[in-house]
């Protein structure tokens, strides 16, 4: 017993994933605990808040850091929507910042060490997905009517092809959420896990034998704040990519 306390792979590399219930909660049957998960996601929620109420706060025309960053986050995402969306997107800007700096702290609160992923559950990030999905759907069919149903017959494809190309269309485009879901997460998970392996190797070699594990550790944890917020960007303008064929039917 005492042995396994040390052995470095005594747990799984899984275990950090775990839904841990804080708050047992039962309505209706259906299990609303207070989680870890939860916990967390208010953890980044009030970050985000914290972090635009402080940088913001003064307005000084030669800003300091912290409002540097905040016009930098701000500028960042409305010319992504500029560039993919257009003008007629901006109105969805709140609903994409959000999305992207949630999205984004969440990932970013992961890489610290004893706190907890949200974004390696698929249950989180295919909910964001399939309200995304949802409201895109919507979205086009009050601009458009059944008008958007020409989403699924590109231009140019001779008849004969028809039938073939609008069952690809319809299947590619009821699998968004799907995918959008998936990368978000199988990113997530597979980069903690593999920081977790690690570092069970450093804790097994020791000093003298741990250096090469912890050298490949500090690099892989570069490149997961790196795909860290590569994820977010990519889940942000894939909404955009998704905005626009709503709004142009593009």
Known sequence: MAADQHDPFSHSPMEQFEIQRYIPMDLAGFDVSFTNSSLFMVVATGLIVLFLTMGMRHRALVPGRLQS??????????????????PEGQKFFPFVFTLFMFVLFCNMIGMVPYTF??????????????AIFIGVTILGFIKHGAGYLRLFVPHGVPAALLPLIVVIEVISYLSRPISLSV??????MAGHTMLKVFGGFIVMLGIWGGWLPLAFSVAFVGLEVLVAFLQAYVFAVLTCIYLNDALHLH
């Open 117 to 130: 992923t949200v974004t390696s559950h698929i249950i989180v990030t295919f909910a964001l997905a399939l």
């Open 183 to 188: 990368r978000l997460f199988a990113n997530m």
């Open 69 to 86: 960053m905040a016009e930098l986050s701000y500028e960042f995402v409305a010319n992504m929507m500029r560039d993919t969306v257009g």
